[in-house]
């Protein structure tokens, strides 16, 4: 006992004279009034880390995280609304799957993610983290990149349309639609948000590249005769215009493509954004205007934007989108060509991915899955 009392120090007792004895004593007679120093910082750095697991579970970080999304069926219904309809051209019965490929992005202004959203990311290989500013621009609130992801959406459903049309051989006449002005646009009053220009100078205009070349014949500062219809008439106006940042003659405006087509085509999807379902859409136009299915019954997935052209090109989050495509069945992926880098190695097991730089290589790799199997030799492949 006398050596515990030593360890805990000396106690008065009620008396002066009163003998020794520990302030606080275990069972087995050793004192606790004073830890040993190993004990002590074991301790510590245990509160320390408890205080900075949950710090780590509420405080934001600058990143943003990706994750596999869900897919849908372009061929299918959401809440007994089909997602492509055709209205005023014949239709076939369709099988299988064309899914479209998504991913949830969690970050940005006002829903930054934390620091273990982070590091739980970094150790799962099905999920991918950046810094926010990759994926969201800087100020850009959330609504302002919902609304921005909407407008590409829409755009991207008009490309797949005009995309498929054209492949089957239909007209689909091209013209540059009026989207916005710029702050200080000298055509504001003039022009009007909608307007489709048909020609400046009394020649047709057909794409962007054809307008800014006739808009070059027009010294700044001068009008540009323009014809362009609107609310389904023609009308003539004088557009005034004025020097662009590189010395170019511009008119103020942000012009989009706008079409024609033989008919309706309605796409109908809900909670998601982004161009990047175009070449999936694309193929579930055609494969609903033509006889026989076009994934023979198989459920094939796949991503990428597409051109009014038929060009298909590279996306984001690719990895994820091949785990979401297994998960929901597909046992065929098709690729953008220029996002093979991020594909190879990160192909989920019992997925074959098959790469395609247009929308008439995808019809063509389709076509050879169904007479050769998605593990034909003759396949396009990332490599």
């Given at each position: 006992?006398?050596?515990?009392?030593?360890?805990?120090?000396?106690?008065?007792?009620?008396?002066?004279?009163?003998?020794?004895?520990?302030?606080?004593?275990?069972?087995?007679?050793?004192?606790?009034?004073?830890?040993?120093?190993?004990?002590?910082?074991?301790?510590?750095?245990?509160?320390?880390?408890?205080?900075?697991?949950?710090?780590?579970?509420?405080?934001?970080?600058?990143?943003?995280v990706?994750?596999?999304?869900?897919?849908?069926?372009?061929?299918?219904?959401?809440?007994?609304?089909?997602?492509?309809?055709?209205?005023g051209?014949?239709?076939?019965?369709?099988?299988?799957?064309?899914?479209?490929?998504?991913v949830?992005?969690?970050?940005?202004?006002?829903?930054?993610?934390?620091?273990?959203?982070?590091?739980?990311?970094?150790?799962?290989?099905?999920?991918?983290?950046?810094?926010?500013?990759?994926?969201?621009?800087?100020g850009?609130t959330?609504?302002?990149?919902?609304?921005?992801?909407?407008?590409?959406?829409?755009?991207s459903?008009?490309?797949?349309?005009?995309?498929?049309?054209?492949?089957?051989?239909?007209?689909?006449?091209r013209?540059m639609?009026?989207?916005?002005?710029a702050?200080?646009?000298?055509?504001?009053?003039?022009?009007?948000?909608?307007?489709?220009?048909?020609?400046v100078?009394?020649?047709?205009?057909?794409?962007?590249?054809?307008?800014?070349?006739?808009l070059?014949?027009?010294?700044?500062?001068?009008?540009?005769?323009?014809?362009v219809?609107?609310?389904?008439?023609?009308?003539?106006?004088?557009?005034?215009?004025?020097?662009?940042?590189?010395?170019?003659?511009?008119?103020?405006?942000?012009?989009?493509?706008?079409?024609?087509?033989p008919?309706d085509?309605?796409i109908?999807?809900?909670?998601?954004?982004?161009?990047?379902?175009?070449?999936?859409?694309?193929?579930?136009?055609i494969?609903?205007?033509t006889?026989?299915?076009?994934?023979?019954?198989?459920?094939?997935?796949g991503?990428?934007?597409?051109?009014?052209?038929?060009?298909?090109?590279?996306?984001?989050?690719?990895r994820?989108?091949?785990?979401?495509?297994?998960?929901?069945?597909?046992?065929?992926?098709?690729?953008?060509?220029?996002?093979?880098?991020d594909?190879?190695?990160?192909?989920?097991?019992?997925?074959?991915?098959?790469r395609?730089?247009?929308?008439a290589?995808?019809?063509?790799?389709?076509?050879?899955?169904?007479?050769?199997?998605?593990?034909?030799?003759?396949?396009?492949r990332?490599?």
């Amino acid at each position: 006992m006398a050596g515990a009392t030593g360890a805990a120090g000396r106690a008065e007792g009620p008396g002066a004279d009163g003998p020794a004895v520990p302030a606080v004593t275990e069972r087995s007679g050793r004192s606790l009034g004073r830890l040993h120093p190993t004990t002590a910082m074991l301790m510590v750095s245990l509160l320390a880390l408890v205080l900075l697991l949950a710090a780590s579970s509420v405080l934001p970080v600058p990143y943003a995280v990706m994750s596999p999304g869900p897919a849908t069926n372009t061929l299918g219904e959401q809440q007994g609304t089909p997602l492509i309809a055709v209205k005023g051209a014949t239709t076939y019965p369709t099988s299988g799957g064309l899914d479209l490929t998504t991913v949830r992005i969690y970050g940005g202004e006002g829903r930054r993610v934390t620091l273990w959203q982070v590091v739980s990311g970094w150790l799962s290989p099905e999920v991918t983290v950046v810094r926010e500013e990759a994926m969201f621009p800087p100020g850009q609130t959330a609504e302002e990149t919902k609304e921005q992801n909407q407008q590409l959406m829409a755009s991207s459903q008009e490309s797949a349309t005009a995309a498929a049309l054209t492949a089957l051989g239909y007209s689909v006449p091209r013209h540059m639609q009026v989207l916005s002005f710029a702050e200080d646009s000298p055509s504001r009053g003039v022009l009007a948000e909608g307007d489709q220009v048909i020609s400046v100078g009394g020649t047709p205009v057909g794409g962007g590249d054809a307008l800014r070349a006739e808009l070059q014949k027009v010294t700044p500062g001068e009008k540009a005769r323009l014809v362009v219809r609107r609310a389904g008439r023609e009308v003539s106006l004088d557009v005034p215009t004025t020097t662009g940042s590189t010395g170019a003659t511009v008119m103020g405006v942000i012009v989009k493509p706008a079409f024609t087509f033989p008919f309706d085509v309605t796409i109908q999807i809900e909670n998601v954004g982004g161009p990047s379902a175009g070449t999936m859409f694309a193929l579930g136009i055609i494969d609903k205007l033509t006889p026989g299915s076009m994934t023979d019954g198989r459920t094939v997935a796949g991503t990428g934007t597409i051109t009014e052209d038929g060009v298909v090109g590279p996306i984001g989050g690719i990895r994820q989108k091949m785990v979401g495509a297994r998960e929901a069945g597909a046992s065929v992926f098709l690729a953008p060509a220029d996002n093979c880098p991020d594909v190879v190695g990160y192909v989920p097991e019992g997925l074959s991915v098959i790469r395609m730089a247009t929308l008439a290589e995808a019809r063509a790799a389709l076509e050879e899955v169904r007479s050769g199997g998605p593990d034909s030799t003759r396949l396009p492949r990332c490599s």
